[in-house]
């Protein structure tokens, strides 16, 4: 195969879930396209590393230094609602029943994965707790092993700190990825989020 | 195309595709194994939340190109007891993170199967001292798979090594070196350790938990089969001690 191909095949092969058989496919069908088309692609890829950045605060994507909700008076400062993935955020905002602030962990605590607490913004987040206009931090994170052993974690460490902590757990199946849990459940479990003692 | 069934320990799960899990399972009988569960992140999944880490499933599988094709899934064993405290996942998912570095895909364990179940089931009783449990766990393990440390005679001229304390340990000599053998480049172990290894190691992973054994005794066990382990298996494999979350 000549070396341009091979090069956007290999490419191609680093994503999640593409083979070499996919990888095939979609280049060959970019290749019957109109070449306007695969420069937009090429343009809105680009973009991905120039514009988009990571929140200063709270490692949501962004545009700027702040991403939108940070930066939005609006919002409610008093409590932080922590995830593990930036993309858990955009599915909780889509249930319209929170308007405080969130972190993201980068992640869940995983010995089998060989990522421990050190290796998660969790350090960054006792920190935000410090502020006196925190009341209340929020766990989203899954009722799976990972995000139990996770969630007690985060629990001992923001104990010593003047804040309520409540996990929303309740309601989502045990288990699951955040991702795959419809809106009304989810948005039910933020409402019936419990303290943690 | 042959349909197999078995009981196994879900040890590895990662995502595949969108919606997909590619799970590595261990089994009595099947020994370790990866298979594809399609479907199973989707919320009307019939794999529900099954392949949970940790969790001991009855799975129904045939074997494709690759990675076996699992059809159907149901839970056994979910230690609820053990969910309740941070510290014993952690050594629970430590255990089966050993498991999946120790053993290569196929290999048939019985032994070691045992003693994960052995492992999890004392985790999920309540008031009980995870790392005890976890050191063990390592111990015997090492044992199943012909690398216990030799403790009692001399690993390089097979005397008896009397109860002096700091006693010299050499990794690459496989064990405890007496004062007549040693180089000076051997690392020391107290007494103590000595004895808490040889009561694990006697002593049934579910009754681990009763024995008395000291913070430092711990923390001296698995540096000692940290360094142990990383001369015979060639990687690290135990965690740091202090990645641990305490019980809540
Ligand atoms: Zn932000
Ligand atoms: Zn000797």
């Given amino acids: ?197 | 195309m042959t349909i197999e069934k078995a009981t196994v320990f879900v040890i590895r799960k990662v995502n595949f595709k969108d919606s997909d899990y590619v799970v590595t399972l261990f089994g009595r009988g099947s020994g370790k194994f990866a298979g594809i569960a399609k479907g199973a992140r989707k919320l009307e999944s019939k794999f529900g939340g099954v392949f949970d880490l940790l969790n001991m499933v009855e799975v129904v599988f045939y074997q494709s190109s690759g990675l076996d094709f699992i059809s159907e899934a149901e839970l056994i064993e979910n230690w609820e007891g053990m969910r309740n405290s941070g510290e014993a996942i952690d050594a629970g998912l430590r255990s089966a993170r050993m498991v999946n570095k120790l053993l290569e895909e196929g290999q048939r364990e019985i032994k070691a199967y045992d003693l994960i179940e052995e492992t999890l089931s004392s985790l999920d009783e309540s008031q009980v001292r995870s790392r005890v449990v976890e050191l063990s766990f390592y111990l015997k393990l090492f044992r199943h798979l012909g690398y216990q440390p030799q403790l009692m005679e001399c690993s390089r001229c097979g005397r008896p090594v009397e109860d002096e304390d700091p006693i010299k340990f050499s990794p690459e000599a496989g064990g405890v070196v007496c004062t007549k053998c040693s180089t000076g480049n051997e690392f020391q172990i107290s007494a103590g350790l000595r004895k808490v290894f040889v009561k694990l190691i006697r002593t049934p992973q579910s009754k681990v938990k009763r024995l008395k054994v000291t913070e430092n005794q711990l923390q001296e066990g698995f540096t000692l089969l940290d360094r142990f382990g990383q001369f015979h298996f060639g990687q690290k494999l135990i965690l740091r001690a202090g990645s641990s979350p305490e019980p809540l």
């Fill in chain 1, 1 to 197: 195969m000549i070396e341009p191909l091979e090069r956007v095949i290999s490419e191609f092969k680093k994503l999640p879930g593409i083979g070499q058989k996919t990888a095939e496919r979609l280049i060959f069908h970019l290749l019957t396209r109109d070449s306007d088309e695969v420069y937009r692609l090429s343009e809105a890829l680009k973009g991905l590393t120039e514009e988009v950045k990571r929140c200063q605060v709270c490692g949501n994507f962004s545009l700027g230094d702040k991403c939108e909700i940070c930066s939005d008076p609006k919002r409610d400062r008093g409590k932080i609602c922590v995830v593990s993935r930036p993309w858990d955020i955009a599915k909780i905002e889509s249930t319209h029943k929170y308007e405080g602030l969130y972190h993201v962990l980068g992640g869940l605590v995983n010995p089998i994965e060989d990522v421990s607490p050190e290796d998660l913004s969790i350090s960054e987040l006792t920190e935000r707790a410090k502020d006196d206009r925190v009341e209340e931090v929020i766990l989203a994170l899954e009722p799976k092993t990972e995000g139990e052993s996770t969630s007690m974690y985060i629990v001992k460490k923001l104990r010593p700190l003047d804040v309520e902590v409540s996990r929303i757990a309740q309601g989502i199946p045990v288990g699951r990825d955040l991702e795959f849990t419809d809106k009304a459940t989810l948005g039910k479990a933020f409402e019936g989020r419990r303290g943690v003692d």
